[in-house]
């Protein structure tokens, strides 16, 4: 079985984490997919990046996003020499075979990013450790598909799933067996493993039948549906 090999936060092993460079090189190694994180500016412009603040230089105080104008953010670069782009950029450039997963991560802004995701020829999907988020996309987007991120006890998980209508499973790695991965195919949905960055695990995984392995390092993937586990 071939595993979606999805690149979190593009090739972040190698350059900046959520930019347009660290994209394009994940594709270069061989992602499919790439995985990132999504804020809004006060002015509604959605943008890739993890946190919800700035980090400026040590003597200018950090600035949450959300309370900061596209021009300002975009001008950020000057000071960081990172470029923070938007997420219509990003989806502007991926390969037309690509998948972009958009984690929501900023408050209320489903109506925005539905909107960028809505204007792009892009295959998209959403999720969100924000499980709300993530319903009150559907009632917006119901198209896209849309998925939840846990990284602790799954005995919710059939309930969620459900609620939400979510097509994809993304739980921590570590919590990831061969009982939860045929729970969320009963469940009709898929498992996507995240943050994978050992060779020696991803080959477990692989073996258990995932669906889609999230990694700082998709070189880690290379020939991963030929691996012993994975025909076993």
């Excluded at 950090?62 to 300002?72: K, Y």
């Excluded at 996309?137 to 006890?153: C, H, Q, T, Y």
């Amino acid at each position: 079985m071939a595993i979606e090999r999805i690149a979190h936060r593009g090739a972040r092993i190698e350059l900046p984490e959520n930019t347009l460079a660290a994209f394009g090189r994940a594709f270069e190694r061989g992602a499919n997919a790439i995985e990132l994180d999504v804020h809004a500016t006060c002015d509604g412009v959605v943008v890739v990046h993890h946190d919800p603040d700035l980090a400026l230089p040590v003597s200018i105080p950090r600035r949450a996003i959300a309370e900061m104008t596209w021009q300002e953010v975009d001008a950020s670069r000057l000071l960081t020499q990172i470029s923070i782009p938007t997420l219509a950029e990003v989806l502007a450039m991926v390969p037309a075979s690509a998948t972009v997963y958009v984690e929501i991560k900023g408050l209320q802004i489903e109506l925005a990013v539905a909107d960028v995701i809505g204007r792009s020829s892009a295959h998209c999907a959403v999720h969100s450790f924000d499980h709300d988020t993530i319903e009150r996309f559907k009632s917006i987007a119901p198209d896209v598909p849309r998925g939840i991120l846990f990284e602790g006890n799954a005995e919710q998980l059939d309930v969620e799933v459900r609620r939400i209508g979510a097509r994809d499973v993304w739980p921590h790695y570590s919590l990831i067996d061969a009982a939860l991965v045929a729970r969320t195919r009963a469940l009709g949905a898929r498992t996507i493993a995240w943050t994978v960055n050992d060779a020696t695990e991803a080959r477990r995984l692989a073996g258990l039948g995932v669906d889609g392995i999230c990694t700082d390092d998709v070189r880690l993937l290379d020939g991963l549906e030929l691996g012993p586990l994975a025909q076993s």
